[in-house]
DNA sequence: CGGTCAGTTGAGTAGTTTCAACTGCGGTGG
DNA sequence: CCACCGCAGTTGAAACTACTCAACTGACCG
């Protein structure tokens, strides 16, 4: 009962899985979950240890990263509130994942997890949905990689970044007003995920500042002044 | 009955979706799919055209890309045989689907098989588990793409065709030995798949050449000479 | 056997990285 | 509350990688 309550004020609830899944399911699965507050920069899960468990972020951003032998890095994904954390039906990963800011998530033993999408195949289908979506974003970030010049990279991401904090308030970016947000990547992050170097992340930001684009305050606080012409250089029109 | 005895005869049946479900599920596939050949060259569906159905890729290469307004194009997927081609639960799409080769499809109409996942949940099963194995490519590529040398991507393009060609003949590709390819991608191809130029393409085959590590015969057949080599490049050791 | 276009080769350039020095934000302790 | 310190982040100069543009070659087609 108190379970349930928890649920009810859950600020992801109706974005996760667990929205999207009827009252039964949803009730199953909310009987086997319990919270679990992370520290930022703590690793979760990596090549070497599996922690036993999956996760619906409730708070916070979490990089799921591939090391090389040299020591360079490539952030391969972002997890934000109400995305799914874990690799199902699959010990072994390659990937790391690693708390950028304080988590709070929500956790589910993995052998619970894993009978409860037996039992309720539409956790099954809530998930097949969602790996479907993350699969669309990741081919837009492979192009994203492939093809764009380092201005359009760094515009791409704060546009990106943006939206993903606007979703989480339940707001959507306008055409042309400002967007204040309070950047959950490092440069280094940031350049790990742009495939650059935090140099040219610097610089880059620094022209879109120059440009009259952006505005910064501190380290992480940068203010989106221009939507439509950030858009503009994403697009690399 | 006759259908079913196509499927005993079907080259990808064991590594396909259709493999990996309970016989009666299996059975009412095949009883809803038709084949279909199509032309090297052909665009099978885009953002414009939705043909109304899924398919099973049973023969040949198929290339997901997006398009730029610039005319910029960039490879976000390969599809060989035994994969699964088509985006559920959503008509819309950014991508473009291309036959590289000429292609052996197995179709099932958008309905049939939506309605025929609904009945045999061991069809999302396996869809949700190829999905799940697609996501992880897409990040191996990501990786690929952010941090890489030309001259690793392709040698890792080279790699990766050649254990794609190895896997639908049931072979594994040994340590040392040789391997030979017949390259389905052109060089435009594979300069859009890896985010570089045809000259740097080009550039770097004939170094691979120049260096023993591959051997050409004409335009399309490659020879891996030294494929343990070739992995240490690939890896950037 | 000749034409065509995919692919190759060359020279110069642009953009990003590398290496190195410097700055200032933000946390800590007096 | 302020001064200091350490490290994230910035800035500069030189080097290098991959791109661009242009000319050329030769594989594969009829």
Redesign the pocket.
């Known amino acids: 009962m108190n379970v349930r309550a928890r649920c009810e004020t859950c600020a992801v609830r109706l974005r996760a899985i667990c929205g999207a899944i009827p009252e039964a399911a949803a009730a199953a699965l909310s009987q086997a979950s319990h919270m679990r507050r992370i520290p930022a920069g703590q690793t979760i899960y990596s090549e070497l240890y599996d922690p036993g468990w999956f996760a619906i972020v409730v708070f916070g951003v979490i990089k799921l990263v591939k090391t090389r032998g040299d020591g360079r890095q490539q952030i391969v994904g972002l997890l934000f509130e109400s995305d799914f954390l874990g690799r199902l039906f699959d010990r072994h990963t390659d990937l790391t994942a690693e708390a950028t800011t304080n988590l709070e998530l929500c956790c589910f033993s993995r052998g619970v997890f894993e009978s409860l999408m037996q039992e309720h195949k539409s956790l099954e289908h809530a998930l097949l949905r969602r790996t479907l979506d993350n699969l669309d974003s990741s081919r837009d970030w492979i192009f994203l990689l492939g ?7 760094v515009a791409s991401l704060l546009l990106f970044i943006a939206e993903r904090i606007a979703r989480g308030r339940n707001e959507v970016i306008a055409g042309t007003s400002e967007f204040e947000l309070n ?1 959950p ?7 790990d995920f ?13 022209g879109l ?1 120059l440009a009259g684009l952006i505005a ?6 940068i203010t989106l002044c221009e939507l439509a012409a950030l858009r503009r250089l994403a697009d690399g029109v």
């Open positions: 093809r764009r010049t380092a201005q359009e990279r950047m990547l490092s440069r280094a992050d940031m350049a742009l495939g650059l170097t935090i140099e040219t992340i610097s610089r880059e930001l620094h500042k910064t305050k501190g380290r992480r606080r």
